[in-house]
């Protein structure tokens, strides 16, 4: 019996990472494919390899996390990819998945891309805004190999996942991290400045230096309505730094008196863009709450 991760699942197939670094195509046993939850890249398996050289999945191990979308399991690290220009950066998108990520006990990083189709000021204005809110943020460049170095660093020995919108340089971004992979990428369309879908299932890619990505589909709405309002403030950083010192508990950062957050935006302390998306996703978790026990 050996073990390993599965890397990607096909038609009832999963490919599978062995700990020895080899790769074995495998079927589940008959009980597992029985099973609701059934397999996802991720997934720390016990493996019979047969003599044909194919495997038989036997057993899956419990799950240290499980994201829905993309469903990938035993995620250490999000990696929230935006570009910097082409099409233009969408904040409010990458504040939701910031803080889905967090909610989901993930280790961020927020990755820029782009950076030679962006002027260096907003490059180093948008990467800025996010580290003074207490997320780690690389700016990359695959045509010019800016910060690939770095990312690819970030990236060794951990499962991450990119994530982000269509059209803002995932499949590129893993052809500058993975050498030789070739990945096909899409044009942002013209018509709808939206990225066309180039990556259609979810597949764990290994990295030169150590650890594994996945590949996934991109997306453009997350939904935040299962966190609660008052677990809101606590998943961004920023607004979580100053949500202690509030005068009464359960403070919404809203209209309260003796708002510390609110005083922290009126100081430039809290990026007021930030503050907005708070309030947005607020009024979204409310209108779903009311919805659901009205």
Known sequence: MEQGTVLRGIGGFYRVLLDNGRVVDCRPR????????????????????????TGAVEAVHPRRSRLRRPPVANVDRVVAVMALADPEPNLLLLDR?????????????????????????????????????????VVTS????????QLQQALAGRLSTLAGPSGVGKSALLNALVPGL??????????????????REVELLRLPRGGL????????????TEIGKNRLGLLMRDIARFAAECRFPGCLHRREPACS???????????????RHYLIFLDEIEAWEARRYS
Not at 34 to 53: I, N, T
Not at 213 to 218: K, L, N, Q, R, S
């Open 30 to 53: 008959g009980r597992l494919r029985l099973q609701p939850a059934g397999l996802l890249a991720g997934d720390r398996v016990d493996v019979s390899v047969l003599p044909d050289g």
């Open 97 to 137: 998945l910031l803080t889905m990520a967090e909610a989901s006990e993930l280790d961020v990083l927020v990755c820029w891309t782009k950076a030679d189709l962006a002027g260096r000021e907003q490059a180093e204005r948008l990467a800025g805004l996010y580290r003074r809110a207490g997320y780690p943020a």
């Open 142 to 149: 695959s045509r010019t190999g800016e910060g690939i170095e």
């Open 182 to 199: 070739s990945r096909a990428t899409g044009e942002v369309s013209r018509k709808l400045r939206r990225g066309r879908h180039t990556t």
């Open 213 to 224: 990505v996945a590949d996934t589909p991109g997306f453009s709405q997350l939904e935040l």
């Open 261 to 275: 957050v609110r005083a922290a935006v009126d100081r430039g302390d809290i990026d007021r863009g930030r503050y």
